[in-house]
């Protein structure tokens, strides 16, 4: 899926693809892969990945979690993955295996973000050892359609970045994360 767009970002340079498939792990797993890739993540010759859909809402998907205290269905779901950018951002990987256990939430990706997260865990170990700061960060979120109805579906997309924090000027800012559903 992503292939076509790295393709054209690199046109003109030389570059090497390295596909990791990440299935249904453990989360004892998901750490020891996350400890092998945690050397990679920092050197800016590497570029990773990791992708995912987060929620699948509706009947067809047997996910039909609502929340009326948050409004409308699709504000509903905004705020259920919401929570789980969250929990990705504050760069925990047990709190994000917390919140899918919790939530149920269908992320169908959240094996391959467990492991990314665990990568950066592990290398955030290293911070203070002349390692630079990375945090993740949010910079977009959209679902396929607003939810308004049980007879309804949805898929929910977010995009997050792991970057380098610069020294004298701290985590640079982006872009808001995103417009809400609702100003779409």
């Known amino acids: 899926m992503h292939l076509p767009y790295i393709a054209h970002v690199m046109k003109g340079r030389e570059f090497t693809i390295v596909p990791i498939m990440v299935g249904a792990t453990s989360k004892d797993a998901e750490s020891t892969y996350g400890s092998i890739l945690a050397d990679y993540i920092a050197d800016p ?9 987060f929620c699948h809402w509706g009947k067809r998907f047997d996910f039909t979690h609502y929340d009326k205290a948050c ?12 929570r789980g950018i969250q929990a990705i951002e504050g760069g925990d990987p047990h709190a994000f295996a917390s919140y899918i256990s919790e939530t149920k939430n269908t992320v169908c990706g959240r094996h391959p973000i467990a492991v990314m997260m665990w990568a950066y865990h592990h290398y955030a170990q290293g911070v203070g050892k002349g390692q630079p700061r990375l945090s993740f960060r949010a910079v977009y979120y959209t679902q396929s359609s607003k939810c308004s109805s049980g007879r309804d579906s949805s898929v929910s997309y977010a995009s997050l970045v792991l970057a380098q924090e610069d020294k004298a000027r701290g985590l ?12 779409q």
């Open 45 to 53: 010759a590497n570029f990773f990945v990791v992708s995912s859909d």
């Open 71 to 82: 409004g409308d269905i699709w504000q509903s779901i905004e705020a259920l993955d919401k």
């Open 172 to 183: 640079q800012p982006l872009p808001p994360m995103t417009k809400s559903v609702e100003e």
